[in-house]
Each structure stands twice: as C-alpha cells, then as structure tokens.
C-alpha cells in the first residue's frame, strides 16, 4: 500500500502501475520533494580525497542491494537496491524487506526511487537511426512496475522522493536525453539522501570481480528474477559467492573485444547517449579476465575484508 504525506495514496482499482506513477509525479507534495533534491550540490565520492580517510561506505553496482543492520546504525532500518529490470523487482523487493521490514508492525517504510531518466522521449527524434533503435524505453517500465508492486503489497511504503523519469533527466541542444544524477549517497547515521557521482576509486573494493558475478548472474537460473546479496553489516564484509560465466558469456567476451568503443557502446548499453564516461573501459577490463597471456592475480586481488 503507498502513502503520500502519511495519507493513503489510492487511485482507481482498475489503474495500471504506469497510471499511479504519473499520478504519483504529478503531486505537488512529490513535485516540490524532487526540485528539492535536485537543487542539492553533488556530493563526489572518492578513495583519494583526503576527507574519504576516516570514512565508509559500501557502493551499489547494478543487481546488486544492501542491507544496514538497525543495531549500528542512528537512522534505523535502511536497505538500498539498484535495480535494472522489472523481472526483479517482486524478489529483489521481498528480499529487502526480509531484512528490514517487521511484518507485524504498522510502521511506515520511506521509500525514496531515485534515477532513472526518460529514454522515450521524442526528443530523441534528432538522434541518428542507430541511437534512437537502442533508446527502447528501460525506464517507464521498470519505475512503474517498482509503484505497482508498492500498492499491491500489505506494506505501507510512503513515497518521499520519486526522482525519476522527466524529474531526472535533462536535455542537449540536440534533444538528446541524460541522467541529472547518476545515483545518491545515503547518511546513516541520520537517513539522509544527497545526490552524488563516483569515481572508480570509490566502488571498491573487489570492482571487477563483482561485476563480472552480475554478468553471470543474468544466465545463471538460481539468480533469475533476485538481486544479489553483497554486503554484510554483522561482519564488515563483502561476501562474494563463487559464480562462473556461461558458454554464451565467454564467446561474448572474446567478440567484445575486436570491437570499437563506439560498437561495444551500442551492442552492450541500453542508453549509449546516457552512459558514464568509464563505460566502455570497464567492459574492456570485465572482458580482459579472458585474454589468455596475462595472469589473472594482475587483474584483481582479494583484499582484506572480503570473502570470495
């Protein structure tokens, strides 16, 4: 069930999780929550700055979620996903809400959706054919199927920040749509939500090899329609459970390679327009795992703190 401003947010029955999303974006209590967040200076999260010394933080890459323990931290229950499809959004929910939510209490959980931009718009009528073939419309479907599995459940999710779609997304001299922000950085310690960018120093530790268990993940049965568990807050560790690459996968990596950046970016994004300047790169360093001259504790290392 979804509440907006400690109020029941009912629609018709019969309406469609696209219907209550636009709804939902089209409340002023909502509009006036996003303009706020958008008017907050980006916080740059970085290993190298010196102020990143005496702090943590666990980083969220795509699929994955974790869950802060109550008992460490001041602001209570606290989950984060980043979620890519609507194929996971009823699992990867129940599967947050195991570790955060009292199914008997009458509490309301927060819940702030936060970036995703519109790819459909027709705007991108000015893009050359190729562009606009691959701008296919993630968006619209994965936020709406997110509000529609918000109101069906027995839950009382109240929606604080709905940042996405038109309210994230702003526009070239071409019509070319982006992403206003990228992601967000919670505080813990008081459960608050700033907008923020990463460098690739900050989504450590183990980058590689997580990445490379969320690309096995998509043909791996026992992962279909779940997130993946990476982070353990009793212990302070990452825990990353052994996976493997599927034929398909490997041929994939191997052909990866003989491409351009231009081709890799269209045959392995769903928004090129809209990707982070290390897209290509990071792909190119996944697939590297797979070159059979260099060896493979040249390409990354198990650190301390971390259990593969």
Request: aromatic fraction near 8%.
């Amino acid at each position: 069930m979804i509440y907006v401003g400690g109020v029941p947010f009912a629609p018709d029955d019969s309406s469609q999780g696209m219907d209550t999303l636009i709804a939902l974006m089209e409340l002023p209590v909502l509009m006036s929550a996003s303009n706020s967040f958008k008017s907050m200076p980006e916080k740059k999260l970085s290993v190298s700055e010196p102020s990143s010394k005496n702090r943590k933080w666990v980083h969220i890459f795509q699929r994955e979620f974790a869950t802060v323990d109550p008992a460490l931290v001041d602001c209570g229950m606290l989950s984060v996903a980043h979620m890519d499809s609507p194929n996971i959004v009823d699992a990867g929910l129940t599967q947050m809400l195991s570790l955060v939510a009292n199914h008997d209490s009458d509490d309301l959980l927060d819940v702030h959706l936060i970036g995703a931009f519109d790819d459909i718009s027709y705007q991108h009528s000015h893009l050359d054919k190729i562009s606009r073939m691959k701008m296919k419309g993630f968006s619209h479907p994965l936020c709406a199927k997110i509000i529609e599995t918000l109101r069906n459940r027995s839950e009382k999710f109240q929606i604080q920040t709905l940042h996405v779609l038109g309210h994230n997304t702003r526009w070239d001299s071409q019509g070319v749509g982006s992403f206003i922000f990228h992601g967000f950085v919670v505080e813990t310690s008081t459960g608050s939500i700033i907008p923020a960018s990463f460098d690739r120093s900050s989504k450590c530790p183990d980058e590689i090899v997580r990445r490379i268990r969320i690309t096995s993940s998509y043909d791996d049965p026992s992962w279909t329609g779940k997130l993946l568990d990476t982070y353990d807050t009793i212990t302070d560790h990452f825990v990353i459970h052994p996976c493997a690459w599927s034929i398909r996968q490997k041929e994939m990596a191997l052909a990866l390679q003989n491409l351009s950046d231009t081709e890799i970016l269209l045959n392995c994004s769903s928004s090129p327009s809209a990707e982070c300047p290390h897209f290509v790169d990071n792909l190119r360093r996944d697939v590297g795992l797979f070159d059979p001259t260099p060896r493979l504790e040249k390409k990354f290392s198990v650190k301390a703190g971390t259990c593969v």
